[in-house]
T-cell receptor, first 113, second 112 residues
Framework: GESVGLHLPTLSVQEGDNSIINCAYS??????FIWYKQESGKGPQFIID?????DKRQGQRVTVLLNKTVKHLSLQIAATQPGDSAVYFC????????????FGAGTTVTVRA | NAGVTQTPKFRILKIGQSMTLQCTQD?????MYWYRQDPGMGLKLIYY???????DKGEVPNGYNVSRSTTEDFPLRLELAAPSQTSVYFC???????????FGQGTRLTVV
C-alpha cells in the first residue's frame, strides 16, 4: 500500500492567497520527504525536499513543514499564482528501500483569478 | 540538454500485442524508474534500476519486463498487452539518494 497519502484531492485558492497542501505518511523510517508538481500533460517536476531530521525547509515561495510526531507533511505556497495550478504529490524514500520514490495520490490545486 | 527522453508519446495496442517503451537519459544518472499513472491517480512504481545490470520490481511489475544494459537506457517491455495496462507511463532518472528525479514527458498507451 501507499506509504504517503494526501488529505484532500482538490484545493481551490484565490490568486495571491497562500496555499497549504497536506500529506500524511506511515513510514517512520523514511529518510527524505519530497514534493513534486505535475502540470497537465507533463511529467512530475521536483519542487523541494526535506530530510527526516529537519522540521522546516524554505525555497522560493515554498515552505515544507515536517511534523514527525503526527507523521504529517505540508507544502505552503506563498502568494499563489495562476502558474501554480497543477497536481501536487508528496513522496518519500528511504535507504532501506534503495531510495526509490513512493508517491501519494496527489492534490489538484486550482487558482482562481 | 535532453534530460529524460521517452518514445513513443502515444500508442494504441491491440490485446495480446507486444511493445517496448524506450527511455534514455543523458545525465549519467545511476537510478532509473518506470511508473504508470492511471487517470486521476498517483504514480505506481513498475520497475526500477540502481545501476547498469541491476533491476528490481516495484509495486506493480506483473505484465512488464525491463533491462538495463547501459547507464543511459532503460526500456520497458509489455509482452501480452491487456486493457488493464492502459495508462500513462513515465520514465524517470536520478542521482544517488534520488530526491530530485527527472521525468520524461510520458507515453500514453491505450490497449483495445
Amino acid at each position: 500500500g501507499e506509504s504517503v497519502g494526501l488529505h484532500l484531492p482538490t484545493l481551490s485558492v484565490q490568486e495571491g492567497d497562500n496555499s497549504i497542501i497536506n500529506c500524511a505518511y506511515s513510514n517512520s523510517a523514511s529518510d527524505y520527504f519530497i514534493w513534486y508538481k505535475q502540470e497537465s500533460g507533463k511529467g512530475p517536476q521536483f519542487i523541494i525536499d526535506i530530510r527526516s531530521n529537519m522540521d522546516k525547509r524554505q525555497g522560493q515561495r515554498v515552505t515544507v513543514l515536517l511534523n514527525k510526531t503526527v507523521k504529517h507533511l505540508s507544502l505552503q505556497i506563498a502568494a499563489t499564482q495562476p502558474g501554480d495550478s497543477a497536481v501536487y504529490f508528496c513522496a518519500e524514500n528511504s535507504k532501506a528501500t534503495d531510495y526509490k520514490l513512493s508517491f501519494g495520490a496527489g492534490t489538484t490545486v486550482t487558482v482562481r483569478a | 540538454n535532453a534530460g529524460v527522453t521517452q518514445t513513443p508519446k502515444f500508442r494504441i495496442l491491440k490485446i495480446g500485442q507486444s511493445m517496448t517503451l524506450q527511455c534514455t537519459q543523458d545525465m549519467n544518472h545511476n537510478y532509473m524508474y518506470w511508473y504508470r499513472q492511471d487517470p486521476g491517480m498517483g504514480l505506481k512504481l513498475i520497475y526500477y534500476s540502481v545501476g547498469a545490470g541491476i533491476t528490481d520490481k516495484g509495486e506493480v511489475p506483473n505484465g512488464y519486463n525491463v533491462s538495463r544494459s547501459t547507464t543511459e537506457d532503460f526500456p520497458l517491455r509489455l509482452e501480452l498487452a491487456a486493457p488493464s495496462q492502459t495508462s500513462v507511463y513515465f520514465c524517470a532518472s536520478s542521482g544517488h539518494q534520488n530526491t530530485e528525479a527527472f521525468f520524461g514527458q510520458g507515453t500514453r498507451l491505450t490497449v483495445v
